[in-house]
């Protein structure tokens, strides 16, 4: 499995950015992905992810700012990252769990500031 990622950049507080994410490869029906983040000089921590279903869950930090959604046919996930804060400073990773197996974007990323 192959994951694509795009959409990071350089946005004021307040702003606004999307990822997306697109697998490709030998994909199942039954997936996770998720998004995650890794600011420098921390460990890299979860942001939110969404099963197949739908089920979805996202760190306290982000609720009510950010959105996690995907397009099954397209095997690609989106946030929608909104009220952008200097503290959302940092590198996302998309990430795809399938099978016991996860596999890890290359990173993309996004810089809170004036």
């Known amino acids: 499995v192959q994951l694509v990622e795009s959409g990071g950049g350089l946005v004021q507080p307040g702003g606004s950015l999307r990822l997306s994410c697109a697998a490709s490869?030998?994909?199942?029906?039954?997936?996770?992905m998720g998004w995650y983040r890794q600011a420098p000089g921390k460990q890299r921590e979860l942001v939110a992810i969404i099963s197949s279903d739908r089920t979805i869950n996202y760190a306290d930090s982000v609720k009510g700012r950010f959105t996690i959604s995907r397009d099954n046919a397209k095997n690609t996930v989106y946030l929608q990252m909104n009220s952008l804060k200097s503290e959302d400073t940092a590198v996302y990773f998309c990430?795809?769990?399938?099978?016991?197996?996860?596999?890890w974007g290359q990173g993309t990323q996004v810089t809170v500031s004036s």
């Open positions: 990430d795809f769990r399938t099978g016991g197996l996860i596999y």
């Open positions: 490869g030998s994909i199942s029906r039954m997936y996770v």
